[in-house]
């Protein structure tokens, strides 16, 4: 990692020989006018927020930028844990053509030579620019984030993130803690600040940058929380008052619930704060005043997360890079917050696999901004007088995160990538998604009901690997020799299926015949995912735990 100075150096190096090589481009490269991109990446984000109708998370920043978006109430990723997910959607492939299910391989090495959203971009005549966790780290993206396939310059990661799972959360005792719950005075912490702070801050200063060079950019941006541990400033837990912090809905294991498919929080159990509860392995329960402190902890985390992008989009602003600039909005995953008496994700539920998606589009999902005009200024979360924000536009139809790489591409006026063929190992660059542009293009849609999907007919796919039938120690991340069952997930607007099937990890072979367990969920009826009506459909009776 390069030193905060020397990386903007570099950056400046860097534009001027892609400026000084714009001039002999290749045909097909990128116009003078294109647009921008800012993806904005949010570890575990549940679509929690004001935006998608929840009362109680203070998301102003958010939910401004949604005013003037696109937002995707029915998205799904593909893979709820981060590395699969993130390797899924950045090279447009679902997690059985990357063969990656765990976080133990590079799918460059391990399956094929997949292109990803920035290395098109950057093949394409853009600056392309990492910040924060943009790949997940380590082996699955070649401890480099993927450089130099997919960045103009190394990716930064911020220094202080080597103190996340470290010992310095104040505990009532006075001493520090590797909790799970961990507000901090951020004046107390190593080196006074905090990773996405520090995040935000670089982020801003790589646009003041970027806005002077001739080529355009693409700007990835990783936010950290509100994945665990829940380390964020103090101040954010008072907008969260426990007695106004209500338990899930549905705190109870299903009864007729697979064993297979529970997932028994493993990680959360490891820290310190958690062990100390004593809790019995796998179902738990965690006590319900501390069930509160933990949906406590991860609004405050989203509360702070949010002020930080809300500083980001200021700076855009501030900038006059909102009239050029596409900015989405995504997260990996979603995270139980003890719905079906689960935490964490690692699951096939709406609650692990739904995400938010937004979009905004200079002039075509908003306005452009007038001259001196403001699309984005930052809104303080603690302000009392923080009114509702009307939602911009909203499409309900069923994607899935797979559609980012060619949604992107056909949004920034680039070729997009043709549908991969059935296999497609060999083919570096493809797309197993569907293209989402049609739901830009608004007028077009109101005079012709037609070229519009019937929701019926569209699915989102996801998967979940397991070691064994019944919940154990490796359940939530089998690392890819253990994997002996894989949950395939198919969601419609009417329903959730999910077969629990038996895997070889060898050949990367779902054996479909081998059924070893059953999910069926109605989403009108049953929208929480607690009565499993699979058994009942074929006549059979409901396991037990």
Known sequence: MLPPGRGLLWLGLVLGSACASLGSAAPGSVATDALNVLLIIVDDLRPSLGCYGDKLVRSPNIDQLASHSLLFQNAFAQQAVCAPSRVSFLTGRRPDTTRLYDFNSYWRAHAGNFSTIPQYFKQNGYVTVSVGKVFHPGISSNHSDDSPY??????????????????????????????????????????????????????????????????????????????????????????????????????????????????????????????????????????????????????????????????????????????????????????????????????????????????????????????????????????????????????????????????????????????????????????????????????????????????????????????????QWNSDKPSLKDIKVMGYSIRTVDYRYTVWVGFSPREFLANFSDIHAGELYFVDSDPWQDHNVYNASRGEPFPHH
């Open 150 to 471: 997919s960045w103009s310059l190394p990716p930064y990661h911020p220094s202080s993130e080597k103190y996340e799972n470290t010992k310095t959360c104040k505990g009532p005792d006075g001493e520090l803690h590797a909790n799970l719950l961990c507000p901090v005075d951020v004046a107390e912490v190593p080196e006074g600040t905090l990773p996405d702070k520090q995040s935000t801050e670089r982020a801003i200063q790589l646009l003041e940058k970027l806005k002077t060079s001739a080529v355009p950019f693409f700007l990835a941006v990783g936010y950290h929380k509100p994945h665990i541990p829940f380390r964020y400033p103090q101040e954010f837990q008072k907008l969260y008052p426990l007695e106004n912090v209500t338990l899930a809905p549905d705190p109870q294991v299903p009864a007729g619930l697979p064993p297979v498919a529970y997932n028994p929080w493993m990680d959360i159990r490891q820290r310190e704060d958690v062990q100390a509860l004593n809790l019995s392995v796998p179902y738990g329960p965690i006590p319900a005043d501390f069930q509160r402190k933990i949906r406590q902890s991860y609004f405050a985390s989203v509360s702070y997360v949010d002020t930080q992008l809300g500083r980001l989009l200021s700076a855009l602003d501030d900038l006059e890079l909102a009239r050029s600039t596409i900015v989405a909005l995504t997260s990996d995953h979603g995270w139980a917050l003890g719905e079906h008496g689960e935490w964490a994700k690692y699951s096939n539920f709406d609650v692990a696999t739904r995400v938010p998606l937004l979009v905004y589009v200079p002039g075509r999902t908003a306005p452009l901004p007038e001259a001196g005009g403001r699309l984005f200024p930052y809104i303080d979360p603690f302000a009392s007088a923080s009114e509702s924000m009307e939602p911009g536009r909203q499409a309900r139809d069923l994607v899935e995160l797979l559609s980012l790489f060619p949604t992107l591409a056909g949004l920034a006026g680039l070729r997009v990538p043709p549908r991969c063929p059935v296999p497609s190992f060999h083919v570096e660059l493809c797309r197993e998604g569907r293209n989402l542009l049609k739901y830009f293009q608004f007028g077009d849609l109101e005079e012709e009901p037609h070229a519009r999907d019937n929701p019926r007919e569209l699915v989102a796919y996801s998967q979940y690997p397991r070691p064994a039938d019944a919940p």
